[in-house]
T-cell receptor, first 116, second 114 residues
């Protein structure tokens, strides 16, 4: 069975600095998708960034980028120029390939604090 | 506005009560989900509906009963709950399983069972 691990329960970063959140996963599939979601105090989970396993190029969305290492099964999130609004829980998620609706697995989350 | 709306935002209920959680999406998505989010635990998938048909029931106790009358609405009917059922219940929707665009979540219902 697939698993998703986030080894950092809590992280903090100074405003305007860069922080990297770690995520590792375990799977025997070759075709899958990886996501980072953000959950601020408002509780709504928001998709931050998405990566397709067959693409070697790392995904980037403005200040957010990933370091996808398929062989190592690692999918870290880098937040550049951190802002106060980045403070939230961040969840790494794995989705298997195909059209199955039940194959999204979330990690336990990392709580990110941004220090002014 | 999120695109996925959940009501109520907060709910306190006794163990003998019956209540319902409501989720509504106007994104044209064809799948809807209920997740349970408890403190210190990963998100737990409860139910999945695809085109109004339940495709996943993740060993959820029968005191939780889902209903999907159409592709835009999803309900979670609650009865005789236990204190350990207190949690944040999140609804989500997706197109075709969420591979391309992920899930769109609502803001959840914070449920407290007393």
């Amino acid at each position: 069975a697939q698993t998703v691990t986030q080894s950092q329960p809590e992280m903090s970063v100074q405003e305007a600095e860069t922080v990297t959140l770690s995520c590792t996963y375990d799977t025997s599939e070759s075709d899958y998708y990886l996501f980072w979601y953000k959950q601020p105090p408002s509780r709504q989970m928001i998709l931050v960034i998405r990566q397709e396993a067959y693409k070697q190029q790392n995904a980037t969305e403005n200040r957010f980028s990933v370091n996808f290492q398929k062989a190592a099964k690692s999918f870290s999130l880098k937040i550049s120029d951190s802002q106060l609004g980045d403070a939230a829980m961040y969840f790494c998620a794995y989705r298997g390939g195909g059209t199955s609706y039940d194959k999204v697995i979330f990690g336990p989350g990392t709580s990110l604090s941004v220090i002014p | 506005e999120t695109g996925v709306t959940q009501t109520p935002r907060h709910l306190v209920m006794g163990m003998t009560n019956k209540k319902s959680l409501k989720c509504e999406q106007h994104l044209g998505h064809n799948a809807m989900y209920w997740y349970k989010q408890s403190a210190k635990k990963p998100l737990e998938l409860m139910f999945v509906y695809s085109l109004e048909e339940r495709v996943e029931n993740n060993s959820v106790p029968s005191r939780f009963s889902p209903e999907c009358p159409n592709s835009s609405h999803l309900f979670l009917h609650l009865h005789t709950l236990q204190p350990e059922d207190s949690a944040l219940y999140l609804c989500a929707s997706s197109q075709d399983g969420g591979a391309n665009y992920g899930y769109t979540f609502g803001s959840g219902t914070r449920l407290t069972v007393v």
